[in-house]
């Protein structure tokens, strides 16, 4: 009777570990998509980032919109997702193509 009892208990104690370790493991395993989640995120705002600033540079150097946005397009090729679009506007109307005399 009592090795029984002694087996009753191993059983149950495996069990508890499986039953543990399956939910340690799907804790972990959530944990690790949305860290991944929060690194996709992070990489599309630097991308993004970088190409207002490309765009901003390229503006600055020649004065012109639509190189300006040509840059930031070029810039921005590496995002995921769909159609990306991008508008740029100079204060005062001080674009190439609307000199002022």
Do not use: W
């Not at 991308?47 to 150097?61: D, F, L, M, Q």
């Amino acid at each position: 009777m009592n090795t029984l009892v002694s087996r009753r208990h191993l059983a149950d104690d495996e069990a508890q570990a499986t039953l543990e370790l399956a939910l340690v493991i799907s804790v972990l395993l959530l944990i690790t998509v949305a860290v991944c989640q929060l690194v996709l995120a992070l990489n599309c705002y630097l991308v993004i980032n970088s190409a207002g600033r490309y765009g901003a540079r390229r503006a600055a150097e020649t004065n012109d919109g639509e190189a300006a946005r040509k840059a930031s397009l070029q810039s921005a090729s590496g995002l995921p997702g769909g159609h990306v679009e991008v508008a740029v506007t100079f204060p005062e109307g001080r674009d190439k193509a609307r000199r002022s005399p």
